[in-house]
């Protein structure tokens, strides 16, 4: 009995971890575009900073908005985080919008 008890907490340990990590793993590459923005906008190279915007909002942030609301139950200790981050992202891609001129 006991051994069969380790085998499931172990599972939920594993579950919890994974469901973390994957949205971590969103997460950062959501920053990493955001830089590549940043440094589009700085060299002028505003066609590119709108290619990663469309990027950002339409496969990133949705993708970490679905995980997170399918799964981030998994992971109560950070989901609410993660949802902090995808606001504020959207956030700065509105930002981003005004400054290209994309309305």
């Keep these: 009995m006991a051994m069969v008890l380790m085998v499931i907490i172990k599972g939920v340990q594993w579950l919890i971890t994974a469901v973390t990590?994957?949205?971590?793993?969103?997460?950062?590459s959501i920053q990493t575009v955001q830089m590549g923005i940043?440094?589009?906008?700085?060299?002028?190279?505003?066609?590119e900073a709108r290619k990663l915007l469309r990027y950002l909002?339409?496969?990133l942030i949705s993708g970490l908005w679905d995980f997170n609301r399918?799964?981030?139950w998994l992971a109560p200790h950070c989901s609410?985080?993660?949802?902090?981050?995808?606001?504020?992202?959207?956030?700065?891609?509105?930002?981003?919008?005004?400054?290209l001129g994309i309305y």
């Design 70 to 72: 399918s799964w981030g």
């Design 21 to 28: 990590i994957y949205q971590f793993i969103i997460e950062e």
């Design 38 to 47: 940043y440094i589009c906008m700085q060299h002028n190279e505003y066609e």
């Design 80 to 99: 609410g985080a993660f949802r902090d981050f995808a606001r504020a992202t959207e956030n700065s891609v509105n930002v981003y919008k005004k400054l």
């Design 57 to 59: 909002e339409s496969d």
